[in-house]
């Protein structure tokens, strides 16, 4: 995978990336004429002061043009660059957004947060040092290399030994190093996360009094990073030493050819000290070169995941000619089978056959691993049904438009989110333009108002990231709440009470069936008494309908469901 | 040539004088090895200023007598006869540029001159051993100072994990985990940084510092004052830069704080921006917060990239003055060759005098971001660990023919606390049972906000106790109080009748088994993780007690079974499956105490009710608190407690609250009130 590639996404800013190389060979240009000027400077030993005043201010000229082109370079990269991450930041961002349930499983959250953080990072530094430094080096090499000639020409034997030297030894360090650097990177990620987890975990390990297994086992981790580090760092070490002695040998060198030119009278001092500046710089760009190259190849990871997020194809579209109403809240499972794999033989949701009216309240059960949350979660299409159809408002979900189908099917999931903003904020999210009242109402009917006017700031109280501030029934009702504020079609409450008391509970069931008569309400729930008054309650088991119908049905007739009836009222009955 | 240091925290170190002592400290473990390092590198600067020095020497003592006499003897080359005339630009630029070669050919050859280089080839070798020498010093004080530093990097991680270990929970509750993680990645990678490079190249270019100037002033003491006198316009230069750039700095941190916290938040929340269809907004609150970095970002790197060209121009010009002004003194001094001799010395010695100046500034910033960095680390380091004045210990026992409990290695199954008495030196065993009091404890997380008041209960040994009560009425406290991870304020917990402050913390918690609300797993096999419970543990010992949890039969089905590993907290298991392992990772530890924080809130009813089964069999002869939302799961307990704003407000046993209609039951109906 190439950075290359990413380039293309600078969009405006890639004129600022492209005119920063040219600015920088007026900088290095300058910045290699100036020996030349000094060599003249020293070698006008007989000169008059006023030639010496020429070339002095010649130099001076050129410094200053260079300091203009470099810091002209400097705003140039630092521009392009940041523009570069902007915008592929954006880009990721907004691929991100059109991203089905699916995508993001499979990267994971905290993966994608580290691909726009980190790794756009990385390539953002790579790419501001590539533009300065890119045509630096090789603009260097021959400059340097060709004043060498112009000067003195036979010196350059000196560099017929030197480069291929340096460039042997450069090339022989860094492939030891790669991979023990490789090795070394994932020590370390190994390490942060036994640190993480411990950080975790801290409970457990506390409980169960196992401090001190941790420790050794941290220790244990920590000395082979040491050691991988220290194999990785003993190859690099050599590079200076190397560069020292392979430099110093040219001096050494040039002085004793020059010198002898020099004793004849066929060079002189200046030339003499230019030529070894300019050796110098011809090795310096050789280093300058595998440092680049180094630093190309070790964003290569980085680009590899950018472009993995870039790349992936998001699962579920919008139809070309999307239906964009949704007539009502009835739902028909037409021989659903579903597998999170696409995999048939191996369904996670077996031939789900159902009919459920508009308006109608439908309870769900079923123990863990039944796939409740699964089957909800193909209504609002956040997966898509791997075999059978599904319809909701008499047509197949696949022809809405994928935004006018989830305004109508609101769900509250069992992982609840809220964001950080005040109350009101967040209530918003179900509809932009609810008033205070639409809000209070909902918040009312999710049994929240109360809780919300006892704080201090009411619905302006700001939630902190994540909603940390409320406690974690509170955080449920708030999410319903939202959900209400949507008023849509089809409401679909996952296990969203399960932290709420069973009081508060029955109070919010009550107030959905009059606050929405009208939408159709899908209630998963672990309590029984959450779904014995639905209309009807549909019993799943491994990924199979074993039965639905109404309360007193089910118990007449389902074994599964009077078991879990029995095992949560016993003492009771 | 560092790769250049974008995104980091600008942050000043609050005492940069005691940390760095601190630091030093720390090295001090390596002092022999850090005296090598540093004469290392003494020497290594050494070699390359007297090098650059020697230089002149070479031309002033070897080659200026050799021309001499070979002038003395050809007499001038064209070249040189053309220079004498002085003719000006034209053909001093033919000369130098187009070069004398076919003119020294010719003399070379014809000259009846034969010049000894013999002495000139000695010095050059010697001065070429010289650098061997000081390359392999530069050799060994890397390889030393690299030991040096990852040796200390290694103990700091050692230390810091081994002291975080030991501190209390109530350090973790009030800390974000990004907070404690950032010690061990940014300000370990900032220490890293100083220790590898900012310090040995302190070091090195004080000394280059030193014998530059040293040789300056033995070449030519009117220039060396030039050179002083020039200095202030560079550090002040770097100084302005250098503070606006950190600024700016600042500047960018904090608007990509804010940006990876907006990106943290939404992609975290991502499945419930989708379900409310909020993409393009969370795209237009991405796309300020995002130009925002972009625009503070472009000001920061720009004034730090600004800097390398300044100080590199600067220098050059500088280097122009000196070398007018040398040419001037040259002309007109009597030996003017070697008066440009020793400028040609001079010259690379100005930049080796000026560079590690203007490095020494630009790695001021990096020291004061170590500095501030291991301040955070020694914080960490100076954390109070969890205190332990307990002395009462749990050991192995046995009953002797008398029955009065004895202490054996042997594996009895019996334990005992073993209770010495200050006061008359006497030893007494107590059995370990699981008879838990609390008298009339209080208890707050801080001071000023009281969470439990005055609570009295007693569990006998095999009860089974309930907490009943809303989110927030203190359930979940008052097991943190059972095992110390806080200590209460007023009143008395005690255990087998001894208040457990007399109790080793290890020791008490050893006897207690917990299942908390958040499971944990760590990165390993299913194995290694139940057997977290009992580090001695064997197979069949961990195939009981997943069976026990009911966990086997899952188990068994995984790619792997037992062997299965598992990766970042368990990810790879349902919620349902994560709760099962941590009971049967509880079971193996076979405590007689055991405390279950809503352990199964997220089994269905149906699950629980089959690891019920084999919880009770667990449950038997031991005491067992335990906390739960579903009233159906603390049904059989023998004393279920009604906790409401830290208070107990009801107690007895199921069919005893129910009679007293009281909250107990009006929570219990109130379950069944719609049916």
Request: aromatic fraction near 8%.
């Amino acid at each position: 995978m190439k950075l290359t590639k990413l380039l293309r996404y600078a969009g405006e800013y890639k004129k600022y990336l492209l005119l920063c190389p040219l600015v920088m060979i007026g900088e290095v240009a300058m910045e290699n004429l100036i020996p030349l000027m000094v060599a003249k400077l020293i070698n006008e030993e007989s000169a008059e002061v006023s030639q010496v005043l020429k070339y002095g201010g010649l130099t001076v000229l050129m410094a200053l043009a260079s300091l203009a082109f470099g810091m002209l370079g400097a705003y140039l990269a630092s521009k392009g660059g940041m523009g570069l991450s902007r915008n592929l930041r954006r880009t990721m961002f907004d691929q991100v957004q059109r991203f089905s349930f699916k995508n993001i499983d499979r990267f994971s959250t905290a993966s994608l947060v580290t691909r726009l953080t980190t790794d756009v990072n990385q390539v953002q530094n790579t790419v501001m040092m590539l533009v300065r430094m890119a045509v630096r080096a090789p603009i260097t090499f021959a400059m340097a290399l060709f004043f060498i000639l112009r000067l003195k020409p036979d010196m350059s034997v000196v560099l017929l030994v030197a480069i291929p030297l340096l460039a042997t030894g450069i090339i022989i360090i860094m492939r030891a190093a790669f991979p023990k650097f490789q090795i070394m990177m994932k020590k370390y990620d190994a390490l942060n996360a036994s640190v993480q987890e411990n950080l975790i975990g801290i409970r457990v390990v506390k409980a169960f009094v196992r401090a001190s297994h941790e420790k050794e086992k941290f220790a244990a981790s920590a000395d082979e990073l040491t050691a991988t580090q220290r194999a990785a760092e003993k190859v690099v070490l050599w590079n200076g030493p190397m560069m020292q002695l392979i430099m110093n040998g040219c001096i050494l060198a040039i002085l004793l050819l020059g010198g002898r030119k020099y004793v004849w009278g066929t060079m002189q001092l200046g030339d003499l000290n230019a030529v070894i500046t300019y050796i110098t710089r011809v090795l310096f760009s050789l280093m300058m070169l595998s440092f680049l190259f180094i630093s190309f190849v070790l964003s290569r990871a980085s680009v590899a995941r950018i472009t993995e997020v870039l790349e992936e194809e998001p699962e579920i579209t919008s139809p070309d000619q999307p239906v964009t109403q949704v007539r009502d809240g009835s739902i028909e499972f037409d021989h659903v089978g579903f597998s999170y794999t696409g995999d048939k033989d191996n369904l996670v949701l077996t031939d789900i056959c159902l009919s459920i009216r508009s308006g109608e309240t439908i309870g769900v059960i079923g123990g863990t691993g039944s796939a409740k949350t699964t089957l909800v979660s193909l209504i609002p299409r956040l997966y898509d049904v791997t075999s059978g159809r599904l319809l909701v408002g008499g047509r197949d979900i696949k022809e809405y438009d994928i935004h006018a189908l989830r305004d109508q099917v609101a769900m509250v999931l069992q992982k609840n989110v809220l964001f950080s903003g005040s109350i009101k904020e967040n209530l918003r999210w179900g509809n932009e333009n609810a008033t205070d009242e639409e809000i209070a109402a909902a918040c009312r009917a999710a049994a929240a108002d109360d809780f919300i006017r006892s704080f201090p700031e009411g619905y302006d109280m700001d939630l902190g990231q994540g909603g940390v501030n409320v406690s974690g029934g509170q955080k449920q009702r708030l999410c319903i709440a939202r959900a209400l504020l949507k008023k849509p079609r089809i409401m679909i409450l996952d296990d969203a009470t399960s932290a709420v008391d069973t009081a508060t509970d029955a109070r919010i069931r009550d107030a959905l069936r009059t606050f929405m008569p009208e939408t159709t309400k899908i209630i998963i729930a672990q309590r029984i008494t959450s779904v014995m008054d639905a209309d009807r309650i549909l019993v799943l088991d491994e990924g199979r309908v074993m039965d639905f119908g109404t309360h007193d049905e089910l118990m007449e007739r389902s074994e599964i469901y009077r078991e879990v009836f029995t095992s949560q009222q016993k003492g009771v009955a | 040539m560092p790769p250049p240091r974008g995104m980091r925290p600008v942050a000043k170190p609050k005492n940069a004088k005691a940390t760095l002592g601190r630091l030093l400290q720390y090295m001090k473990l390596y002092k022999s090895k850090l005296i090598l390092v540093a004469a290392c590198i003494v020497f290594s600067t050494f070699v390359s200023a007297t090098g650059t020095y020697l230089i002149k020497q070479a031309v002033v003592s070897y080659l200026n007598p050799l021309l001499l006499e070979r002038q003395a003897a050809v007499g001038l080359t064209e070249e040189e006869k053309a220079l004498k005339e002085a003719t000006g630009e034209e053909a001093a630029e033919g000369d130098s540029l187009a070069g004398g070669a076919d003119v020294s050919a010719a003399s070379e050859s014809a000259g009846e001159f034969n010049p000894d280089f013999g002495p000139f080839v000695k010095f050059l070798i010697l001065l070429g051993t010289m650098y061997v020498a000081g390359a392999l010093s530069t050799l060994v004080y890397n390889r030393t100072m690299m030991m040096v530093s990852t040796a200390t990097l290694n103990k700091v991680r050692k230390d810091m994990f081994t002291h975080m270990e030991d501190l209390p929970i109530r350090y973790f509750d009030q800390r974000t985990h990004g907070e404690i993680m950032s010690r061990y990645t940014n300000d370990t990678d900032t220490l890293r940084e100083f220790l590898s490079q900012a310090f040995p190249q302190a070091v090195s270019s004080f000394f280059s510092i030193v014998f530059s100037l040293f040789y300056m002033v033995r070449l030519s003491g009117w220039l060396t004052l030039l050179v002083l006198a020039l200095m202030p316009v560079m550090l002040i230069t770097t100084g302005k830069i250098g503070k606006h750039s950190g600024k700016n700095f600042a500047a960018q941190q904090k608007a990509v704080g804010v940006l990876n916290g907006y990106i943290e938040e939404t992609i975290e929340g991502q499945r419930v921006v989708q379900v409310f269809c909020h993409e393009e907004k969370a795209k237009a609150d991405f796309a300020v917060r995002n130009e925002s970095v972009r625009v503070a970002g472009t000001r920061a790197n720009t004034f730090a990239s600004i800097l390398g060209p300044i100080m590199n121009n600067l220098s050059h010009i500088n280097y122009v003055i000196i070398a007018l002004v040398g040419v001037i003194l040259a002309l007109n001094s009597p030996d003017t060759k070697g008066a440009l001799a020793a400028l040609i010395a001079f010259l690379p010695l100005t930049h080796q005098f000026s560079q590690p100046i203007s490095n020494l500034a630009q790695q001021f910033n990096v020291v004061m971001l170590a500095l501030a960095g291991s301040e955070r680390i020694f914080e960490l380091l100076d954390e109070p660990v969890e205190t332990d004045d307990g002395y009462v210990k749990l050991v192995r026992a046995k009953k002797d023919e008398h029955g009065n409990i004895i202490e054996t290695p042997e594996r009895t199954g019996m334990w005992a606390w073993k209770h010495p008495h200050k006061a008359d030196g006497t030893v007494t065993y107590t059995e370990l049972r699981g008879d838990v009091v609390f008298e009339h404890v209080t208890f707050g997380y801080v001071p000023e906000k009281t969470v439990l008041h005055d609570i009295s209960l007693y569990a006998k040994p095999g009860q089974k106790i309930a907490f009943v009560g809303s989110t927030g009425a203190g359930k979940t406290t008052i097991t943190n109080l059972i095992n110390r991870f806080y200590d209460i304020q007023g009143g008395k917990i005690r255990y087998d009748g001894i208040n457990i402050e007399k109790i080793k913390k290890d020791d008490l918690r050893r006897s207690l088994g917990m299942v908390l609300q958040d499971t944990h797993l760590f990165t390993g096999t299913v194995k290694e993780n139940i057997r977290y419970g009992k580090l001695d543990a064997t197979d069949e010992e961990i195939v009981r007690a997943a069976r026990i949890a009911n966990a086997d039969f899952f188990i068994r089905h995984l790619p792997d079974g037992y062997d299965t590993m598992l990766t970042g907290d368990g990810a790879n298991l349902s919620q349902g499956q994560r709760q099962l392992l941590a009971i049967a990772r509880a079971a193996v530890a076979d405590p007689p105490v055991l405390i279950l924080d809503e352990a199964t809130s997220s089994i269905d009813t149906r699950t629980e009710a089959l690891i019920e089964k084999g919880m009770d069999g667990l449950m038997k002869g031991r005491t067992v608190f335990v906390i739960a939302h579903r009233l159906s799961t603390v049904r059989n307990s023998q004393a279920i407690m009604v906790l409401e704003n830290g208070v107990i407000i009801e107690r007895g046993d199921h069919a005893s609250l129910l009679e007293q209609k009281g909250k107990y039951y009006q929570l219990y109906t109130g379950m069944f009130e719609l049916s």
